[in-house]
């Protein structure tokens, strides 16, 4: 079995990240159409050009032939308080494991660095670090972990119940 030798995110925007964007649309079209049904023609829209998109890669070592193999794993977008004026905050969605690789808290790796961002860019921009998210029901208390708390009622987004969940990073630690 392949051991996991060393983890990167790799972070883009605009230009940037249009080299990380088909791989990131690769892993939320196997996570969210074909894993959780979503339907596919929800799942991309008019802000992946202008989005943060964060891309995990992992580098295994197959042990018995010395070989090593780089995968993308995984991936997280955030969007700054411009993007959605209605509600003013940076957001969080999109966050997509590759079924084979969620057993190794990469999840909480991708938030965490998702968070890194935000602290910086709202320091850097003088505006609060808040963040909101469209929880599935059954990930609410994931990002319960990281401090986020439920907002509002529950409601339907492309057919599933979500939760609003919000939470204000410390700016300084």
């Known amino acids: ?3 996991i030798i060393a983890k990167e995110i790799l972070v ?6 249009q080299n990380l964007i088909p791989d990131c649309h690769r892993i939320r079209k196997e996570v969210f159409h074909l894993e ?5 023609d929800t799942e991309f829209d008019d802000v992946e050009h202008i989005a943060f998109h ?4 992992v580098t295994e070592l197959d042990p018995s ?6 995968k993308y ?3 997280i977008r955030g969007t700054t308080p411009e993007i959605y004026p209605a509600i003013n905050r940076y957001k969080l969605s999109r966050l997509a494991i590759d079924k084979d690789y969620r ?8 938030v965490d660095r998702l968070h890194e961002w935000v602290k910086a860019d709202a320091k850097a921009m003088n505006r609060p670090p808040v963040i909101e ?5 059954p990930a609410m208390g994931f990002y319960a972990k990281f401090g986020y708390t439920p907002e509002g009622e529950r409601f339907d987004e492309d057919g599933e119940p979500h939760q609003n969940m919000v939470v204000t990073l410390p700016l300084s630690e």
């Open 1 to 3: 079995m392949p051991q």
């Open 12 to 17: 883009g925007q605009g230009d940037s990240a």
């Open 65 to 70: 032939t010395g070989e090593t193999t780089k």
């Open 54 to 57: 964060f891309l995990l890669q």
């Open 73 to 75: 794993v995984g991936t």
């Open 103 to 110: 057993n190794f808290k990469f999840g909480r790796l991708l």
């Open 36 to 40: 959780q049904k979503f339907p596919l």
């Open 133 to 137: 998210c469209h929880s599935q029901i």
